[in-house]
């Protein structure tokens, strides 16, 4: 196999786009980010990472706390409007139904199914980029996405929630069909 280097690109495809949102000088604001990830279960934890210059990061640097709100696809239009315009310039908030999460100061953006309130235990800055770790104090999901299973609640399948994908390509994308269960697949390679 012939392989040729393309230079440090972090490709890593695709990642879910998400609308952080925070209070920011005394209004919510939601921010269009694709630089967001689960950094481990059990606690439960992610990571952000903004650049030093959006609006939104003024607010997770002030508050330490921040809602992850997960949109469906048919929230795209808006989706990619957010990450257009600037809250400095377009009281974003204003084009959206908010709820108070039980954070203080945490908006949810109520349209998307997946709302998780996050407060950030570590910050860090590399270059211009601004890293929140944070740990998840509450998921919120729209019942209709939710079962009951063996007295357990589920959440139901990801294409179900229809998510938003990103690339590199700068394309957006649905999730396509599932190809195999975890901790399943690998099973039948033990020696």
Not at 6 to 16: D, E, F, Q, R, S
Not at 116 to 145: G, N
């Amino acid at each position: 196999m012939s392989k040729r280097r393309i230079g440090a690109i972090p490709y890593l495809y695709p990642v879910p786009i998400v609308l952080i949102g925070a209070m920011v000088e005394g209004r919510a604001n939601y921010a269009t980010v694709g630089d967001c990830a689960i950094m481990g279960i059990r606690p439960p934890l992610v990571v952000v990472s903004l650049g030093e210059s959006h609006f939104t990061t003024r607010g997770l640097l002030a508050n330490r706390a921040f809602s992850i709100n997960v949109p469906t696809t048919k929230l795209l239009s808006l989706v990619d409007h957010f990450g257009i315009v600037s809250g400095k310039d377009v009281d974003k908030a204003a084009l959206v139904d908010s709820a108070p999460g039980m954070l203080p100061g945490v908006p949810l953006l109520v349209a998307c199914p997946v709302n998780l309130e996050c407060q950030v235990v570590e910050e860090c800055t590399v270059e211009h980029r601004h890293m929140f770790i944070a740990k998840v104090v509450e998921t919120h999901v729209d019942e209709r996405f939710l079962t009951e299973v063996d007295g357990r609640t589920r959440v139901a399948p990801v294409p179900e929630l229809d998510p938003i994908l990103y690339a590199l390509d700068n394309v957006y994308y649905s999730v396509g069909k599932p190809i195999g269960t975890g901790y399943h697949e690998g099973g039948e390679l033990e020696t």
